[in-house]
Structure formats: structure tokens, C-alpha cells
């Protein structure tokens, strides 16, 4: 598997090595040696999520604060544009961000570690969305950032207004939102 730093160097992108012939493909979509050593630390996942979504759907920007979660995504049906921002205020790119079209064709995976907030929009009808965590999912910790931040100022790829949750119209904007330290 190819790990690959982005701008913001503590997101990794993987692309796993695919094998493939006139009956499919295989590939391995995680190894526990590779992850670690590509990230530079031990990483317990606790919990696999999986969501599905139409065309449009933006989800996010997400992040637990008392209870951060690392997120290992991929997507096995469909495409979408991933986000990662860095709301780490001791960080040298905190207010910074990151994107990478994942999809079912490109097999890539995105690793956003503790401490960023993240979200995505499909690009395609029927759009499967697979992440494990190193946390689980704490309700009362969850915040959320508005995916239209002027601060943060994400170049999301849409063309018309995304469908959003409540939850996400009414998320906070980047200056007034509680980050990390």
C-alpha cells in the first residue's frame, strides 16, 4: 500500500495495490504494520461506520471534542469529495484543509487523524461510505463546523446547493467554534 502525506502532513492518503484480472480484483484494504508505520504512531480502531447517500449530499464538517476520533474512510460505491481541516489551534496549519476525491474506482483511503474536523460531499448518485474510528461515537460531544465557512473557504466541487441535515445548517462558524488546543 502507498501512503502518501498530504499538504497537511498528518493526513495520509493510501492507495492499495489491486490486483486484478477477467474475474474481479483484490486488494488489501488495511494492514495494521503498514497503517501505523505510515502514520507514525499505534492506532486502535473501535468502531466501522458505514453511511449511505444520494447525489449532493454534504456531510459535516464533524469532530468530537472531549472524545476525538481518528477516521480511516473509503468509499465502495460511488465518489465523493473528502475534506480534512485542521482545528488544532497549536497546529502550524490549524485552519487549513485538505481534499481528495475517494471512490469505488479508485479504491484511495484518507486518514484524518484526532484533532480535524471532516466532511464530504457525493459526487455521485448512491454513494457507500465506509470509515472505522479510534473513538466511538459520543452524541454530546459532537460538534459540527458550517460546511461554508468564509474562513476556512473549501473549493467543495458543486455545482447547486448541497443537501444538508440540520444538524449541518446550523453549524458553527470556524472562529466561533470550539476547537483543540
Known amino acids: 500500500m502507498k501512503a502518501t502525506p498530504l499538504p497537511i502532513p498528518d493526513v495520509v492518503l493510501f492507495e492499495p495495490k489491486i490486483f486484478g484480472d477477467d474475474r474481479g480484483f483484490f486488494f488489501e484494504s488495511f494492514n495494521s504494520a503498514e497503517f501505523e508505520a505510515a502514520v507514525g504512531k499505534r492506532t486502535q480502531f473501535v468502531q466501522d461506520n458505514h453511511s ?3 447525489k449532493d449530499v454534504l456531510r459535516g464538517l464533524h469532530y468530537q471534542i472531549g472524545q476525538p476520533q481518528g477516521k480511516l474512510v473509503r468509499v465502495v460505491a460511488g465518489a465523493v469529495y473528502d475534506v480534512a481541516v485542521d482545528i488544532r489551534k497549536s497546529s502550524p496549519t490549524y485552519g487549513k484543509w485538505v481534499g481528495e476525491t475517494l471512490s469505488a474506482d479508485n479504491k484511495k483511503q484518507l486518514w484524518i487523524p484526532e484533532g480535524f474536523a471532516h ?3 457525493t459526487l455521485t448518485d448512491n454513494v457507500e461510505f465506509l470509515y472505522k474510528t479510534t473513538a466511538y461515537y459520543a452524541p454530546q460531544q459532537e460538534r459540527s463546523i458550517i460546511w461554508n ?6 473549493d467543495w466541487p458543486i455545482s447547486a446547493p448541497p443537501i ?4 449541518d ?3 458553527q462558524k470556524f472562529l466561533t467554534a470550539e476547537t483543540y488546543s
Open 119 to 121: 466532511g464530504f460531499v
Open 52 to 54: 449511505r447517500s444520494g
Open 164 to 167: 444538508l441535515s440540520e444538524k
Open 149 to 154: 465557512d468564509s474562513t476556512l473557504a473549501i
Open 169 to 171: 445548517k446550523n453549524g
